[in-house]
């Protein structure tokens, strides 16, 4: 069995947080099917190793669900060999070991961290966070169908920023980040801020679980084969069709849009050049709608959009007739991440 697994099949956060350590790796992404131990083993090792960390959700509506109760807590399955809680302060929780008082409330004491919302702690100025060697942002990726922000991926450039500081300046490592979710959908404009989309199609096309690239980025996509069977043994997943976009992305680690019709290679001979962006996505006119692709232009004669913010809202508002176009199915795209790209830039969910 690879390093990457315990013998129970679970992630060995082990063997990951020793060669973060060793190499000095400053990102790690875990997007892999449901229930491997992304979550549970990230803050175990947090627990485990005593790091002071900030837990990230993605809204302050999650927060507030994971700190209404001690039972709600992601680290309540930690008991009895941790304590650890919740303890709402404001627009933050601390992260704290607690004792039973008198009436059997939870009484904090020694400080782990914090949690917060990335919405909060995005716009803080001023933030100490020195403090943390940790942020761990469990579920950066939505469910498929909950709205996603364009501004969500520049909010975590800031917050990181925030908390990062000066460290490095001063000669310190820099803020770890641990990135969690599963593969709901690879339209993630964290993700594409990081520039890592095609990072992690890459992996999927080689079949690879593990990649560190040399800006020091680890991505882990774990398929654990012991996990798959056994979950494939549970009432849920004996009901549901292996066909369904749900068992893809909790057995599969399928993306949403894997098998999507809007993906297909074709040749751009006899197509028109419409319009360019940064380099990456070129828009060809065909008879029957359009196809985006890679393939650049030889002909200059063509729109041209940079990666700016005034320029993605430009090309949205000068070709906001390819919407109608992509919701008839009229669009080809060349692959996953550029259907992903388009569908921030033109506001599609």
Request: proline share 4%.
């Amino acid at each position: 069995m690879s390093d990457l697994y315990l013998p129970s099949g679970f992630i060995n956060m082990d063997h990951v947080y020793e060669k973060a350590e060793k190499d000095k790796l400053w990102l790690i992404v875990i997007l892999g099917k449901r229930q491997v131990g992304k979550t549970y083993g990230t803050l175990q090792t947090m627990l485990r190793y005593g790091l002071q960390h900030i837990l990230l959700r993605r809204t302050s509506e999650e927060l507030d669900t994971i700190a209404a109760s001690q039972e709600l807590s992601p680290y309540k399955v930690f008991e009895p060999e941790y304590r650890v809680g919740l303890f709402k302060m404001k627009k933050i929780c601390r992260i704290c070991d607690w004792i039973p008082g008198e009436k059997g409330e939870a009484i904090p004491t020694d400080q782990r961290g914090i949690a917060t919302s990335l919405a909060q702690i995005a716009h803080i100025r001023g933030f100490n966070g020195s403090a943390f060697s940790d942020l761990v942002y469990d579920e950066f990726i939505p469910e498929k169908g909950v709205l996603t922000k364009k501004s969500e991926g520049e909010s975590f450039l800031n917050a990181y920023v925030t908390i990062n500081g000066n460290r490095e300046l001063r000669g310190e490592p820099p803020l770890r980040a641990w990135l969690l979710a599963n593969t709901n959908r690879i339209d993630s404009p964290i993700l594409e801020a990081l520039n890592l989309t095609d990072d992690v199609l890459y992996m999927r096309r080689k079949g690879m679980e593990e990649l560190i690239t040399d800006t020091g980025v680890y991505i882990i996509q774990p398929d654990s084969e012991k996990i798959t069977q056994e979950r494939e043994q549970t009432a849920l997943m004996r009901q549901i069709s292996r066909k369904s976009e749900f068992y893809g992305m909790s057995m599969k680690n399928e993306f949403a849009y894997d098998e999507s019709p809007y993906i297909k290679s074709i040749s751009t001979k006899g197509l028109t050049p419409l319009w360019q962006y940064d380099e990456t996505m070129y828009c060809w006119e065909k008879p029957e709608g359009f196809y985006i692709c890679r393939a650049p232009f030889k002909a200059s004669a063509v729109m041209t959009y940079t990666s700016s913010r005034t320029d993605r809202e430009r090309l949205n508002m000068d070709h906001s007739y390819l919407k109608p176009y992509y919701y008839a199915g009229c669009i080809l795209f060349s692959d996953l991440r550029l259907l992903s790209l388009f569908k921030q830039i033109f506001n599609i969910d």
